[in-house]
C-alpha cells in the first residue's frame, strides 16, 4: 500500500491504526546516516554495496544508489526478484554470498593474496 492511501484513509500508525510490523524511520537521521556512511566509504577508498535484505522497501534502496551506493547486495535469487521488481533497476545486484565450492581456478572462491 503506497503512503498516499494510508494517508487518505486517515489512519495513523501512532494510534495503532496499522497492523504491524511497522518501520518508522526519521527522515533527518537516515539522509544523516546515508551522507555519514558515504562520507566514511569515499575517505577509505572503497564502494559501498548495502544489504536489500535489511529494508526490502524500494525508497531506502533508491536513496541509498542516490547517495553514492555502488549497488546493493541480496542473499538469495529471491530477494534479488523482489528487490528488482519494487525498485527502478539498480545499477549494479550482487548475491551477498557466493555459493560454490573452492577449486583451483575457481576466482569467487580463491583466496585473494
Known amino acids: 500500500m503506497h503512503t498516499s492511501a494510508v494517508a487518505q484513509a486517515g489512519w495513523n500508525v501512532l494510534a495503532g491504526d496499522l497492523p504491524p510490523p511497522v518501520a518508522l524511520i526519521k527522515r533527518e537521521a537516515l539522509e544523516h ?67 560454490c565450492r573452492p577449486r583451483p581456478r575457481c576466482s569467487a572462491c580463491s583466496p585473494r593474496m
Open 33 to 99: 546516516n546515508l551522507a555519514w556512511m558515504q562520507g566514511r566509504v569515499r575517505d577509505w577508498g572503497i564502494e559501498l554495496a548495502p544489504h536489500g535484505k535489511t529494508t526490502m522497501a524500494p525508497r531506502p534502496f533508491r536513496r541509498q544508489l542516490d547517495a553514492g551506493a555502488w549497488g546493493i547486495t541480496f542473499a538469495t535469487v529471491t530477494q534479488l526478484a523482489v528487490g528488482w521488481r519494487q525498485a527502478a533497476p539498480p545499477p549494479r545486484r550482487q548475491p551477498g554470498a557466493r555459493r
